[in-house]
């Protein structure tokens, strides 16, 4: 009895910080017409584990899919760094560690053809804690449940303070972004003003110099 209700406490801890990190686990399928492309980001903080997985659809279930039925696919880094591209495929997979962060890219082409055509793709894309499979490691290493649950346990922990570290550092570049844009407003407005004020200044040394001309004044 002990063992099983430390073994649910672990469950529930390790379930609610998975809820409370912000990891990425999306499966999806989309269509994408002949001779187009579609795009999709995940901002992915540094060192984080990101794994893809994707397939096109066959149309007809039973007969090979139609050669003309496949699609390049690259994935590029923030500062455009390919990590996976392959040409005229039918389905593939990428994994790699992010060596910087920010929004990696994955892109699908479709090649033009005449008729047009239109691909269904099946992706899926997992980032951060969900991108392991912790069913081979613990078949691997032939550890014991807790010490598995206690490893998903650390290693979210772990992925929660990457996470929170990374959103820290981009508060603080927006805040010295916003601190230069105010400091740029500020001198603006200065500008604008001694301009304005040398305007009427120099409009009224004219009046008089014109009042002065006609003996007005």
């Not at 001198?187 to 002065?212: P, R, W």
Request: net charge negative.
């Amino acid at each position: 009895m002990r063992r099983f209700s430390w073994r649910r406490i672990l469950n529930t801890l390790t379930l609610v910080a998975a809820a409370a990190i912000l990891v990425s686990a999306e499966a999806m399928r989309f269509d994408l017409q002949s001779g187009n492309s579609k795009c999709i980001a995940d901002d992915i903080t540094e060192n984080a584990m990101t794994v893809g997985k994707y397939s096109v659809i066959n149309p007809i279930d039973g007969y090979p899919l139609p050669d003309s039925h496949k699609a390049t696919v690259r994935v590029t880094s923030p500062y455009g760094h390919h990590y996976h591209y392959v040409e005229h495929v039918e389905s593939g997979n990428f994994a790699f560690t992010a060596a910087e962060s920010g929004d990696y890219i994955v892109c699908f082409w479709a090649p033009d053809h005449k008729p047009p055509f239109t691909l269904s793709i099946e992706f899926d894309w997992k980032t951060g804690f969900a991108a392991k499979d912790w069913s081979k490691v613990a078949k691997k290493d032939q550890i014991e449940e807790m010490e598995l649950e206690l490893m998903k346990l650390l290693d979210t922990v772990s992925s929660i303070h990457d996470e929170m570290f990374y959103l820290r550092e981009r508060e603080e570049e927006m805040q010295e972004l916003n601190i230069a844009t105010n400091g740029k407003m500020a001198t603006f407005s200065f500008l604008s003003l001694f301009v304005c004020l040398s305007v009427a200044g120099l409009q009224l040394l004219h009046l008089k110099s014109f009042f002065e001309r006609k003996k007005l004044i």
